[in-house]
């Protein structure tokens, strides 16, 4: 009696029986999906650290270059963790800052403008 292809195909699916095995590359399979795991989880426990030490660092008004190689190290950390991109407490608050200064324009503006005036085209 034949095997059901369905059957056959689930059956080379397992990597514990000998036809999942080879099918699945073998032991350079295995190996190479073990250390990816392990890179992973590597990455997943330095990023914490770094994170801190850059704090750490911005705070202690450390090396301005310190500074800079850690948080490229995170940016690269994240992107690689598939993690949203990492934002410094600077870049956030300069960019707070620009919209600030942006509504406050805009409302002088509007404050300003004439109502005939902005209905006119």
Known sequence: ME????IAAVRYL??????GFLRAGG????????????IRDEREAWLPILERWLKEAVTNNEHPLMCAILESQIRRL????????YRGTAAIE????????RVRRY????????PAEAMAP
């Open 107 to 114: 409302r002088q503006r509007r404050k300003l403008t004439d």
């Open 3 to 6: 095997i059901p292809r369905y």
């Open 27 to 38: 032991m350079a399979a295995i190996e190479q999906e073990a250390a990816d795991q392990a």
């Open 94 to 101: 300069r960019r707070r800052e620009l919209t600030r200064e």
């Open 78 to 85: 994240r992107r690689l963790l598939h993690l949203p991109p």
């Open 14 to 19: 397992d990597r514990y029986s000998p036809d």
